[in-house]
């Protein structure tokens, strides 16, 4: 199963929850069918909209999972940069401090 890292949660519950009540509402008015024709039409269109909710929901959640998984990726790259930066930064300081000390010595001998 995947891992849920987005901060919204899953739909397909309340999803089957309102495909229940349609269902049931259907199951409720077939026994008047000629008088409720339109209606039960109605809430079978209700139930494929339903699905087509929850078809994009999943691959919105994909996206967003693919996303920050990306983002992920890409904050760890930075950390690296950042640390090859202060490793560098550090060095100048090493190296200029080398150099004080040669102006230092150099001063000595005059």
Do not use: H, Q
Request: proline share 3%; net charge negative.
């Amino acid at each position: 199963m995947k891992r849920n890292i987005s901060p919204i949660p899953f739909t397909c519950p309340k999803i089957n929850e309102v495909k229940g009540c349609i269902e049931n509402a259907i199951s409720f008015i077939e026994d008047y069918a000629e008088e409720n024709g339109g209606i039960i039409f109605e809430l079978v269109n209700a139930l494929e909209v339903l699905e087509e909710i929850r078809n994009a929901n999943e691959g919105l959640r994909e996206w967003g999972e693919e996303n920050a998984n990306e983002i992920e990726k890409l904050n760890d790259e930075i950390d690296d940069k950042k640390y090859i930066i202060s490793s560098f930064e550090n060095e100048i300081d090493e190296l200029n401090d080398k150099i004080k000390d040669l102006e230092n010595e150099i001063d000595g001998l005059s």
